[in-house]
């Protein structure tokens, strides 16, 4: 079958009167086309010129044998309720994606400090001498060293003032 006219829409308004027994308008089959993708278009093109009736109706999703009201039309070809609700659903499951892998960040960019049971480690006993590279040891021994030098010097003294105080004691008697 030839194109009429340049018209792929007047062709398959008149093949499907005449071979598939179906009146469609010209406005029903404009949308069906609108709705095929490239590859769709040239096969249909393709089955039109090799006057392929069994192409022609799968590519347009027409069932040529049913002749009730409502079933072969070009009606039936919209998409159910399921279709449409299946691609709204990967838009709405990609945005509750997008929202959790937002909410994860700004949770990781934050990090709150939580107060714990052994959380507040501090530093004990001489951290100080510690952090100078200083050995802590070697600190006792100094502080050690210097307190026994202070006592020997006190003793010193004490024993010092005891023979004055002996002296006077025994000297005026």
Do not use: C, H, W
Not at 74 to 95: G, R
Not at 110 to 119: I, L
Not at 126 to 148: I, Y
């Amino acid at each position: 079958m030839d194109i009429k006219d340049g018209s792929i829409i007047d062709t398959i308004t008149s093949f499907l009167q005449s071979e598939a027994n179906i009146k469609v308008a010209d406005e029903d089959v404009s949308d069906v086309l609108r709705k095929l993708d490239f590859s769709q278009t040239l096969k249909l093109v393709d089955a039109i010129k090799d006057n392929d009736a069994d192409g022609i109706l799968d590519i347009l999703k027409i069932e040529s044998r049913v002749e009730e009201a409502g079933y072969g039309t070009l009606a039936t070809i919209t998409p159910t309720s399921t279709t449409i609700k299946s691609q709204t659903t990967k838009d709405v499951n990609a945005q509750r994606r997008a929202n959790n892998a937002n909410q994860d960040a700004a949770r990781d960019s934050s990090s709150v400090q939580r107060k714990v049971a052994g959380g507040n480690k501090q530093p004990t006993g001489q951290g100080a001498a510690r952090s100078l590279g200083v050995d802590p040891d070697d600190v006792q021994r100094g502080q050690n060293a210097a307190q026994a030098n202070a006592n020997s010097d006190q003793a010193n003294a004490n024993s010092a003032e005891i023979e004055r105080l002996k002296q006077l004691a025994f000297g005026r008697r």
